[in-house]
């Protein structure tokens, strides 16, 4: 189990308000309780993974691209992801710890067993998390995933409460030509697959290129059962 450190989500309130600009510029659906009619397709659990960080960056707030107050930023396709942490109902879950982890746009993770650990970029944090509120939203602004030797691009999500493991799981570019040759994506049904999968869409009037992706994450139960 990681500690949830509180003081570092303090120091992102200025990763947070412009992960709420995210919302506004790329026009995402706001969950909300009762948007939806009927169950939602529950986030399939799927494999860690090996990359998990072996030691955790000082730096652990939801913007990836810069680490602490550095002036350079990480190489890759700018992007807001976002979602919110549901109950099959399409009730919001707060107070939800949303780790992720993905490799830099070099193919390199945030871990000594990485592979092309050399080409590490130094300047993409490589991890992030953020707590969910009232409306069991989450926010990021990392790159858009890439491929690496013998994976499709994703991004390593995992969700838990307190000292209470949620789920964990991997977010795929809808369409991206790798999906099918992934053996980890390959083993979901159709249903489960489509449930992994976001657009990486382009956000309009953007200057530099970013990208917007919106991924719900669906659990069991009710948020009254933790």
Partial sequence: ??????????RADEGRRRVLRMAALATLFAARPGAYADELTRTPEQTEGPFFPDRLPLDTDNDL??????ATPADGEVTWFSGAVLDA??????????????????????????????????????????????????????????????????????????DRHLLTSQCYVKGDPGNGRDGIFRSLSPVE???????????????????????DIVLGGTPEDG
């Fill in 65 to 70: 691209l810069r680490i602490t107050d550095a």
């Fill in 1 to 10: 189990m990681h500690l949830f450190n509180r003081k570092s989500f303090e």
């Fill in 193 to 215: 697959a489509a449930a992994v999968v976001a657009d990486f869409l382009p956000i309009e009037g953007s200057r530099i290129g970013e990208l917007a992706a919106r991924w």
């Fill in 89 to 162: 109902a399409g009730n919001p879950l707060r107070g939800a710890l949303v780790e992720i982890w993905q490799c830099d746009a070099h193919g390199a993770y945030l871990h000594s067993r990485s592979g092309n650990a050399e080409h590490r970029d130094g300047h993409f944090q490589g991890y992030g998390r953020f707590l969910t509120g009232l409306s069991g939203e989450y926010g990021f602004r990392t790159i858009r995933p890439v491929p690496y030797p013998g994976r499709a691009p994703h991004i390593h999500v995992k969700v838990s409460r307190g």
